[in-house]
């Protein structure tokens, strides 16, 4: 993801979210769009619920009934119901952005389940290169991109 990428993904809903009393909402985000909302939620000009389950419902129906302005994030694994699609505008994202955040997705998963792998050891911060190399095998992702990824948690 580019700087453009991040500032469409923060304009866009600001854009829908300049009128008076508006809920929107974007569907079947991927993980990294979910994490991404959840981090930069401040940058957004409403309140933003992200909805990774059905866990997440009561939460998300509260905050439409009291909130004047939402953004819903729905995760790719979370089926939407009418009680929230009826109401609601669809952010929408070019097929390109939604691929180059996808590619992020694949990243975050490599790099948790590396950290769960060290966080699982009494010896894990030792067997960080094992880890690394072991779900590099599985993922199919290089070396060097994850440890990229695991950067900032290390």
């Known amino acids: ?3 453009n990428d991040i500032k ?3 304009n866009q809903p600001n854009m829908l979210l300049a009128d008076f009393h508006a809920i929107i909402m974007i569907e079947e985000a991927p993980e990294a769009l979910l994490d991404f909302y959840e981090k930069n939620a401040d940058k957004i000009n409403g309140k933003v619920v992200v909805v990774r389950s059905k866990a997440d419902d009561a939460l ?5 009934n009291s909130e004047p302005k ?3 994030v729905f995760s790719s694994d979370c089926w939407v119901s009418r009680y929230f699609s009826g109401v609601i505008q669809k952010v929408i994202f070019s097929a390109a952005l939604l691929k180059r955040v996808r590619k ?8 948790s389940r590396v950290l769960q792998l060290m966080d699982s050891s009494e010896d894990g911060a030792d067997r960080y290169f094992e880890f690394v190399n072991r779900t590099s ?3 199919a992702v290089p070396v060097k991109q994850m ?3 695991l950067k900032p948690y290390l």
Do not use: P
Not at 60 to 64: D, E, K, L, T
């Open 147 to 149: 440890e990229d990824d």
């Open 8 to 10: 469409t993904l923060i």
């Open 137 to 139: 095998v599985e993922f």
């Open 60 to 64: 998300a129906a509260n905050a439409r």
């Open 70 to 72: 939402v953004l819903f």
């Open 104 to 111: 992020l997705s694949v990243k975050t998963k490599c790099a």
């Open 1 to 3: 993801m580019n700087l």
